[in-house]
């Protein structure tokens, strides 16, 4: 198992109507390097590493507890890059994140795109804790490794674990292992010619076959300007959608979720149009 080699745990509360990060802890290279306010009274939190990325045989635990009604979206300043071990190791890298929401709580958890360089392992677990009547839309995107480098899918291994519990009921579960070497040079098999893997996820009572429908004719629309994607809509078990998409090009990618983000909160939300600071 990889060493613990940085850290986030933090609470964030709403108090008088106002959403604060009450308090946090964070050991190097993690930190939180700013909070904002962004429209609507939401707080918006920027996660930095102060690290090149995640070196192989470290690990990074971040760990949010956000409290009822609390009204958040995180992020981070850029990709999350994984490192391969030294000559001769055979170290991994690891990155486990756990998301504790409250009743009512209304979380974005947008993330940076992940990017694992050439002979880089990593392992990743993200779980998800629900109250009733709790929000949560999270985005991934995942490239091949370094491609201006001539880096696509020399990476060891990808493996992914992502699980939703929603009062106590596991709604969602999601698991996926990638190892480029058992197939051809530069295919994924399951992918055919696709390099890039993207993920937008809306966990809410609002859910449902409706938006789903809505949703699938507004991405089809905006995908006919980038004819190499390809785009999926599908409701989850219970409470939730999942939106999923292959291309070749991380812009396109990045785009699409951000579009499907945008109908969503703006749908069910009657949130502004919003293009997060960077």
């Not at 609390?70 to 690891?94: M, W």
């Not at 959608?241 to 292959?246: E, K, M, P």
């Not at 990618?253 to 909160?265: M, N, T």
Request: with cysteine; hydrophobic share 40%.
């Amino acid at each position: 198992m990889s060493k613990v080699s940085g850290t986030i745990s933090a609470d964030i509360v709403c108090a008088n109507g106002s959403t604060q990060l009450r308090r946090h802890a964070q050991t190097y290279p993690l930190k939180i390097a700013k909070t904002f306010p962004f429209p609507g009274n939401q707080l918006g939190i920027y996660v930095m590493d102060a690290s090149p990325g995640i070196m192989a045989g470290d690990c990074y635990e971040l760990e949010w507890r956000i409290g009822e009604t609390a009204d958040v979206l995180i992020t981070n300043q850029s990709y999350t890059k994984v490192h391969p071990p030294r000559d001769g190791e055979n170290a991994v890298s690891e990155q486990r994140q756990r998301l504790h929401l409250g009743k009512d709580a209304y979380v974005e958890y947008m993330p940076e795109p992940l990017m694992l360089y050439r002979d880089a392992t990593l392992i990743s677990d993200t779980a998800v804790e629900m109250e009733r009547g709790s929000t949560l839309m999270l985005s991934e995107l995942t490239c091949p490794g370094r491609t201006h480098r001539g880096e696509r899918f020399h990476y060891e291994k990808l493996r992914s674990r992502f699980t939703v519990a929603y009062d106590g009921e596991m709604i969602y579960q999601a698991k996926q292992q990638i190892v480029p070497k058992e197939g051809r040079v530069g295919v994924i098999p399951r992918w055919h010619s696709f390099t890039h893997l993207g993920m937008f996820y809306l966990f809410s009572e609002r859910a449902d076959a409706a938006v789903v429908e809505e949703l699938r004719q507004h991405l089809s629309e905006f995908a006919a300007k980038f004819p190499e994607l390809y785009v999926g809509v599908s409701l989850t078990y219970r409470y939730g959608l999942a939106v999923f998409v292959l291309g070749r090009r991380v812009f396109e990618l990045q785009q699409l979720l951000h579009a499907a983000w945008l109908f969503v909160r703006q749908r069910l939300f009657d949130r502004q149009a919003f293009v997060i600071p960077k």
